[in-house]
C-alpha cells in the first residue's frame, strides 16, 4: 500500500490549487482516505475525509465552501480542490488511508495519526502574496 501526494505550490490569497493523492496497492473503494494538515508550529488536523458508507465527503468548518473532495477510481487517485485560499491554509497537506475506519464528522475532528495505518509523503501548500 503507498499513498503519494502532490500539487502543492505557492498561491496567491484568493486563488486556487488541487492536490492530488495517488494510490496504489489497494482500491479506493476498499479504504477510507482522508485529507489532513499540518502548519508549522501547529498540530495536524483533519480536512476532509470520504465516507464510503453514505458515498459522499465530510469536511472540516474551516474549510466548508471551499474545499472539495473528490475521487478518480479508475486513476486510484483522490483530488482536494482548494479555492478561495487564505494564508491560514498554509500547511502540508498529507493523505491518509485506512481499511477499517468510516469516515464521519467525528472520526474527521477527532481523528489521530495512529487511526490511519497508511500516509504519503504530504505536499507543501503556500498560501501567500
Known amino acids: 500500500v503507498q499513498l503519494q501526494a502532490f500539487g502543492g505550490g505557492l498561491v496567491q490569497p484568493g486563488g486556487s490549487l488541487r492536490v492530488s493523492c495517488e494510490v496504489s496497492?489497494?482500491?479506493?473503494?476498499?479504504?477510507?482516505i482522508g485529507w489532513f494538515r499540518q502548519a508549522p508550529g501547529r498540530e495536524r488536523e483533519g480536512v476532509s475525509c470520504?465516507?464510503?458508507?453514505?458515498?459522499?465527503?465530510y469536511y472540516a468548518d474551516s474549510v466548508k465552501g471551499r474545499f472539495t473532495f473528490s475521487r478518480d477510481i479508475a486513476k486510484n487517485t483522490v483530488y482536494l480542490q482548494m479555492n478561495s485560499l487564505k494564508p491560514e491554509d498554509t500547511a502540508v497537506y498529507y493523505c491518509?488511508?485506512?481499511?477499517?475506519?468510516?469516515?464521519?464528522?467525528?472520526?474527521?475532528?477527532?481523528?489521530?495519526?495512529?487511526?490511519?495505518?497508511?500516509w504519503g509523503q504530504g505536499t507543501e501548500v503556500t498560501v501567500s502574496s
Open positions: 491518509a488511508a485506512d481499511p477499517q475506519l468510516i469516515c464521519t464528522i467525528v472520526v474527521l475532528t477527532v481523528a489521530e495519526e495512529n487511526w490511519y495505518d497508511y
Open positions: 496497492g489497494f482500491s479506493l473503494d476498499d479504504y477510507t
Open positions: 470520504f465516507s464510503r458508507s453514505d458515498d459522499s465527503p
